[in-house]
């Protein structure tokens, strides 16, 4: 029996047993393909912790960007995120000051009260920190939010199946393998007939998503879908943005190119193939922050969140991504602020956003370290799930925990590097055909044809759509909700599966759907 390693780099590997009906593909010829395929739209990030986009897509021409200090380490956007103490307007007076310190600002969130800027120096920002205008300044950063995404095998479909909408005739929903829907009692919202209306929308802030694939065909709004994110890698002193990721002919800007945004999208909807979203008829929005690297800017994820609220419409926000930050470190309030304000705002406009606790087993009750955008989210979510199919309620061994920090639990699957486990005990959905993950690259031969191919992977960010599912299900059934109605709904219909009483791994419970829909 293998163990999964903390890293989403350890290349492909079979392990556990399969359940009747899967097809393991590891034989030689797909290796083979799989290391043809992971020479293809690669680039190397290199950061230094775990975590300059616009409103478009970046320039289409390389740009140098010079490496300033920064504290929260990774490689610098070459961008100035300041949060003026008006929460609500960016006042004259601040947009003078800047320019007058050499600066130019690029983009302005007046509702907010958040610009950022290019061109100022070390000294511009401590002047900018000591005027009054000012509440914060700091210097963005390029990181890696997708650290320590857990990987396990790779299935394939059945190749004849069909679309037929009805999520309890999906195949792996069927066999048992997608325990995590009984858990949280999707069933039983699906046979009282809540599985979800098209007006309701679910916003991916993620690396994309592949709307060729077979579950997602039809299921993503593709005029309101956007990207926001940039590859930027790391060229000796400096860090150089190649703007938009390659891609293949034809595919829009928010195709993903990772896998992590597809597997994502599909646990909230799909069209019931082989796998069952929780609200299968919802409305899926791709708003890409993240590259094919699983890296991205604070300025990039923001962006998104906007996006999501404002002109895409959404009901929802699902965030399965993270870093952990040193909160009292110089620069960094200012990033972790301008996440709050636009959480804030994303809110205010009826937009529930909805994010993962993050994967490296820290207690956020201690210390100074701060998983965003997690502590700034309507609800954060930590993961459950079970070891070799027992006790499914139980902490997956990597989830963050903290009451302070965490509302409620879902499955997410769990692994571990001294017990046994069997791939079942993982979350399996839908795996990109563009994926260059390097452990799951081999999702790539769906582009030449090849079978539609599936993944099982562990972590706070499988566990987040569950709970993306169930607020669009909830939405759906009662589309006048407010955001503070249904986060009340989530988490006061939960199940308290841990000690009595809230606690620091679940906090209000793990996530009940069809408590949380009035039904028994």
Partial sequence: MHALGQAATNGLFAAG????????????????????????????????????????????????????????????????????????????????????????????????????????????????????????????????WLPATRTGALVAGDPGALAH??????????????WGMRVIGADKAWAAGHQGTSTTRVAIVDTGIDYTHRELVGLVDRQASASFATVIVSEGDVGVDLGIEPQQPGDEPYMDNHFHGTHVAATVASNGVSVAGVAP?????????????????????????????????????????GANVPGDAEGVPALLEMMRRVIRSAEKQGTIVISAAGNDAINLDVGTTVSTPCEQSTICVSATGPLMQTNFDQPATYTNYGITAIHVAAPGGNASDTEEYVNQDLIISACSSRASESTLNACRINAAGGPHLYAYAAGTSMATPHVAGAAALIKSANPLISVNGLRNTIL?????????????????????????????
């Avoid at 130019?104 to 005027?131: E, F, H, M």
């Avoid at 909408?165 to 997608?178: R, V, W």
């Avoid at 000690?499 to 793990?510: Q, V």
């Fill in 17 to 144: 047993t399969f359940r009747r009906g899967q097809t393991p593909l590891f034989s030689e010829e797909l290796m083979q393909m799989s290391r043809k395929f992971s020479a293809l739209l690669w680039i190397t990030v290199t950061s230094v912790i775990a975590i300059g986009c616009s409103d478009q897509p970046g320039p289409s021409g390389p740009q140098v960007l010079s490496r300033q200090a920064s504290v929260a380490g990774g490689v610098p956007t070459g961008r100035t995120v300041v949060v003026f103490s008006d929460t609500s307007s960016i006042p004259l007076a601040g947009s003078a000051l800047i320019q007058s310190l050499g600066g130019t600002i690029v983009k302005r969130w007046d509702d907010i009260g958040v610009a950022i800027a290019t061109g100022l120096s070390l000294d511009a920002l401590n002047t900018l920190s000591g005027s009054s205008l000012v509440s914060l300044v700091g210097n963005d950063r390029y990181v890696n």
């Fill in 165 to 178: 909408k009805d999520p309890t005739k999906a195949s792996y929903f069927a066999d048992g393998t997608q």
């Fill in 281 to 321: 008829h919802v409305t899926l929005i791709a708003v890409k922050v993240l590259s094919m690297t699983g890296s991205g800017s604070f300025e990039g994820v923001a962006s998104g969140i906007r996006h999501a609220a404002g002109p895409a419409n959404a009901d929802v926000v699902n965030m399965s991504l």
């Fill in 492 to 520: 006061h219909s939960s199940d308290d599966v841990q000690a009595s009483g809230r606690d620091i791994y679940t906090n209000w419970g793990r996530i009940n759907v069809a408590k949380a829909l009035g039904l028994k």
